[in-house]
């Protein structure tokens, strides 16, 4: 079973420094969304692709968040300049767009940045 | 502001008494309604979906939700709780707006089944 996986599980980094995180969604799954989940909240949308287009981007990331999907496949998010609060599990997830419109989560990345 | 709100952190049943588990949302136009379950070190996990059509719907596990329009809620439902069940559920919308692919998560409600 090829799922969604991301690399690193975890990462842990000193404030100031930058960090990527990859994503590799299921194969023929051309949409492809990041979220940020904390401590007993849901998972928070960042940003979605539709193949290797942004599409959209939540007014909660900041310029020193970005985001690519290089050639509609596997995609990438680099935080630069890391602050203490984001400090996180950043999910990956992918579905279909020819529906039925669930996503396919990743295991996410745990970021703790010290 | 859209929203989704699932109004209990923790749901506590026994083991064979049926479970609800409450959402209700806040967005624009016909929404899409999902149900995902966690557990723990693993990643969120598709249960059910509301799309159009039947407003019961039926998912993996023996757990159903219904679709109310007038209420604008989408409560997870399930007839005989098992102890394997107990874990963390987020209700997700995916607003019914053209232009827009976000999908707005609720906070999470921990279900506790008891034996």
């Known amino acids: 079973d090829t799922g969604v996986s991301q690399d690193p599980r975890h990462k842990i980094t000193k404030r100031g420094q930058n960090v990527t995180f990859r994503c590799d969604p299921i194969?023929?799954?051309?949409?492809l969304y990041w979220y940020r989940q904390t401590l007993g909240q849901g998972p928070e949308f960042l940003t979605y692709?539709?193949?290797?287009?942004?599409?959209?981007k939540s007014r909660l990331l900041s310029d020193r968040f970005s985001a690519e999907r290089p050639k509609g496949s596997f995609s990438t998010l680099e935080i630069q300049r890391t602050e203490q609060g984001d400090s996180a599990m950043y999910l990956c997830?992918?579905?279909?767009?020819?529906?039925?419109?669930?996503?396919?989560f990743g295991p996410g990345t745990r970021l703790t940045v010290t | 502001a859209q929203s989704v709100a699932q109004p209990e952190d923790q749901v506590n049943v026994a083991e064979g008494n049926p479970l609800t588990v409450k959402c209700t949302y806040s967005?624009?136009?016909?929404?899409?309604l999902f149900w995902y379950v966690q557990y723990p070190n693993r990643g969120l996990q598709f249960l059910l979906k509301?799309?159009?059509?039947?407003?019961l719907v039926k998912g993996s596990y023996g757990f159903e939700a219904e679709f109310n329009k007038s209420q604008t809620s989408f409560h997870l439902k399930k007839p005989s709780a098992l102890v394997s069940d107990s874990a963390l559920y987020f209700c997700?919308?995916?607003?019914?707006?053209?232009?827009?692919?976000?999908?707005?998560f609720g906070t999470g409600t921990r279900l506790k089944v008891l034996a």
């Open positions: 997830a992918s579905s279909s767009s020819r529906g039925p419109y669930e996503q396919y």
């Open positions: 194969s023929e799954h051309n949409r």
């Open positions: 509301y799309i159009t059509g039947d407003n």
């Open positions: 692709f539709q193949n290797e287009a942004q599409l959209e």
């Open positions: 967005v624009s136009g016909n929404p899409y």
């Open positions: 997700a919308v995916r607003p019914g707006v053209s232009g827009t692919y976000k999908y707005i």
